[in-house]
């Protein structure tokens, strides 16, 4: 697949340069590019992204960042069977448990939300992060809802860091499916009153949560041009939206960020965040 000319493979992370250092020179330097493509394009063409790591697994299998950005390519893809068995083998490579959630995730995206269950009470969890730990939650409480366990998925997604002030990365996504469980669950004014604090703690616009609240308001959007291109005054336009803490959220560029400075590759741009359950 074609490389644009202003990709260099030195927008790669330098945790990933080294991993690199053990494949003869010109092969690095076209994985690394490759690598790049799969950050460049994960959020606004998944399946651009997909083809790339595919150039990239083909050249360097045996390279466990090849095998994590393949696993988040085939997860913004759905291909969840495919995606589990590339993050099982970054797993077995480098022997940390950062893509727990992730698999857990890809687990519900199978059908087996019993399985992801399973994961989130395996010991493993205790051994992530808080983001990590967080992300543990939000897949917990997907699957409680794929089961129709509503009450539970509310329950599971009450802790502290729901209950906190102080906004951090997660914390958008993590207001906004538990505004999107008492939905579910008939609790529309508690509901409202979440989808309010998901809006403000969600200062780079990684959720819908700002629509749904219109929606609770009884706001209602139209196309800002009418059919023969004019503008129109008149209401703000509603959006399509599906319930996002009831299926697997698509990887993001931040997924990968740890293969790819993606502040290098969109220029400064921030990457955005995926909605992940």
């Known amino acids: 697949m074609p490389i644009p000319e202003d990709v260099t493979g030195e ?6 340069r080294q991993e690199l250092q053990s494949l003869p020179k010109t092969l ?9 493509m799969v950050a460049r394009l994960i959020d606004e063409d998944p399946e651009g992204a997909y083809g790339y790591s595919r150039v990239a697994l083909r ?3 045996r390279v466990a960042a090849v095998r994590e950005a393949a696993g988040f390519a085939a997860y913004a893809n759905q291909k969840y069977s495919e995606a589990l068995a590339e993050f099982r083998a970054a797993r077995r490579m ?3 448990v950062d893509l727990w959630p992730v698999m857990a995730d890809c687990e519900r995206g199978l059908g087996r939300p019993e399985k ?17 730990q967080v992300e543990m939650r939000l897949v917990a409480a997907g699957a409680r809802r794929d089961m129709g366990q509503l009450d539970a998925a509310i329950v599971t997604l009450q802790s502290p860091e729901l209950a906190s002030n102080s906004v951090q990365p997660w914390t958008a996504r993590l207001r906004y499916a538990y505004a999107d469980a008492l939905l579910a669950a008939g609790r529309e004014r508690e509901a409202r009153e979440w989808f309010a604090k998901a809006v403000e703690a969600d200062r780079d616009g990684s959720t819908d949560a700002s629509d749904r609240l219109a929606e609770l308001d009884g706001v209602e959007f139209v196309d800002a041009l009418s059919e023969d291109g004019a503008d129109e005054s008149g209401e703000p336009g ?8 009831a299926k697997p959220a698509d990887a993001s560029s931040e997924d990968v960020e740890d293969v790819v400075d993606v502040e290098d590759v969109e220029g400064g741009k921030d990457s955005e965040d995926g909605d992940k359950d």
Do not use: F, Q, R, Y
Not at 11 to 16: G, N, P, S, T
Not at 116 to 132: R, S
Not at 238 to 245: K, V
């Open 11 to 16: 927008e790669i992370d330098k945790d990933v």
């Open 238 to 245: 509603e959006s399509a939206h599906s319930p996002e803490s």
């Open 116 to 132: 992801a269950l399973d994961m989130a009470g395996a010991p493993e969890v205790h051994k992530l992060d808080k983001a990590g």
């Open 94 to 96: 480098t022997g940390t």
């Open 28 to 36: 690095a330097e076209d994985v690394a590019k490759n690598l790049v």
């Open 59 to 61: 050249l360097a299998s």
